[in-house]
């Protein structure tokens, strides 16, 4: 599947960004995480950290195979915190039929976010 987007973001592309983007995320504080952390460019994280951060934006990111391992796992509830709702749309589309997993967007160009936010919270909770 092709995405439409305009940057070569997860490549080469990304390079000439290395230095300021590693510069803001070295500043940053990080703490492990709540819930467990799934990244599709490395798998479970224990504590993000810069590097990762930088790896997940640089690298190779193989979204598919990941909701197929959470799957063969047992599956659960996939929430996309980023601002377009793309991520959910992916997992929509990598998710089989007899899936009982379930997956929905926080943020959304079409508002209504906070109620989205209360349904991922009520699903999450069980």
Known sequence: MDLPISH???????????TPVRDILGALKFQ??????????SGPVSTPNAAHLWEAIRGVVDFRSTIAKLETAGGGHYVDVGPSGTMATLVKHNLGPASA????????????????????LQATAS
């Open 8 to 18: 070569g973001f997860h490549s080469r592309h990304m390079d000439a960004a290395a």
């Open 32 to 41: 492990a995480p709540q819930i467990p952390l799934i990244s599709a460019a």
């Open 101 to 120: 997993s379930s997956f929905l967007a926080i943020l959304s160009p079409f508002g209504r976010s906070r109620e989205h936010l209360a349904k991922a």
